[in-house]
Nanobody, 131 residues
Framework: QVQLVESGGGLVQPGGSLRLSCVASGRTFNNYDMGWFRQAPGKEREFVATIKAAITWTGSSTYYAGSVRGRLTISMDNAKNTVYLQMNSMKPEDTAVYYC????????????????????WGQGTQVTVSS
């Protein structure tokens, strides 16, 4: 069992930046693919970014939704059991609850972009982009 706790959400102006954190506990972190998703009011939860497990690759490998590519960056600190989502040049449409997710022993040949791909979820953190 893995427990995920997100933090770092808040209110930011358009064009501003935030960094979300997700701390994982309960298992060896470097065997997990990690992902970030978001859910805006009245909409389905959508994929934002994913990073492959550290032991799968010689280095980290990441994949992003087209709407955030170039503005958001996912990264992983195995020593701290933490995955980050750095968000820059933020837009009002980035407003949502952001969720961290984890999957153990994932295929090394596929990026996990669906909500059903993940086994564990955090409780979410609210991000609001508004002037």
């Amino acid at each position: 069992q893995v427990q995920l706790v997100e933090s770092g959400g808040g209110l930011v102006q358009p064009g501003g930046s935030l960094r979300l954190s997700c701390v994982a506990s309960g298992r060896t972190f470097n065997n997990y693919d990690m992902g970030w998703f978001r859910q805006a009011p009245g909409k389905e939860r959508e994929f934002v970014a994913t990073i492959k497990a550290a032991i799968t690759w010689t280095g980290s490998s990441t994949y992003y939704a087209g709407s955030v590519r170039g503005r958001l960056t996912i990264s992983m600190d195995n020593a701290k059991n933490t995955v980050y989502l750095q968000m820059n040049s933020m837009k009002p449409e980035d407003t949502a609850v952001y969720y961290c997710a984890a999957k153990s022993n994932a295929s090394r040949y596929a990026y996990l972009t669906g909500t059903r791909d993940y086994d564990f979820w955090g409780q979410g953190t609210q991000v609001t982009v508004s002037s």
